[in-house]
């Protein structure tokens, strides 16, 4: 397989962050490369750029909720902090789908799999993230799917 450029990319970025002095720069992405290596460990193989992409995508989502528990607890400093955190690693992470290629996603995984009813939540939500592989939240598909197939399941 070769090693990941983005993999190298995040390395050599690491690097000229520990030169500047970026102390949350740094530590953003050494937590980025941690996250590698435990993912590599796990899989058993050195990751390819996509897999790189997902691993970024998950610390992003990290951060998000991270942001967003802190800011309810008034915690702005630490909200603040994670931000920027985020910014870092979402030049890593896949390019996030807008709304209304999400929409048309869970329209075609509507139509394919034939689904009338919240019952059939699963099977939309199967179709709709195995196409968007990591580009869209899957709470934000799932509550726009709901929404769709009218209420609870």
């Not at 942001?67 to 030049?91: N, P, S, W, Y």
């Not at 075609?108 to 195995?130: D, H, P, Q, R």
Request: no cysteine; net charge negative; charged share 35%.
């Amino acid at each position: 397989m070769g090693t990941s450029t983005l993999k190298a990319k995040v390395h050599e970025e690491m690097t000229a962050a520990l030169r500047a002095g970026d102390k949350v720069r740094l530590g953003a992405l050494r937590m980025l490369t941690t996250a590698i290596v435990t993912r590599e460990k796990d899989v058993r193989h050195e990751l390819s750029d996509d897999e790189v992409r997902e691993v970024a995508a998950r610390e992003v989502k990290r951060r998000t909720e991270s942001i967003e528990a802190f800011e309810a607890a008034g915690r702005t400093e630490l909200a603040a902090k994670e931000r920027t955190e985020r910014e870092v690693l979402q030049a890593y992470a896949p390019e996030q789908l807008g709304e209304a290629e999400v929409d048309t996603l869970i329209e075609e995984a509507i139509s394919a799999t034939g689904a009338t009813s919240a019952n059939e939540l699963g099977k939309v939500m199967g179709a709709v993230m195995a196409k968007a592989k990591g580009k869209v939240d899957g709470a934000v598909v799932q509550a726009k799917v709901r929404a769709r197939l009218g209420g609870e399941a």
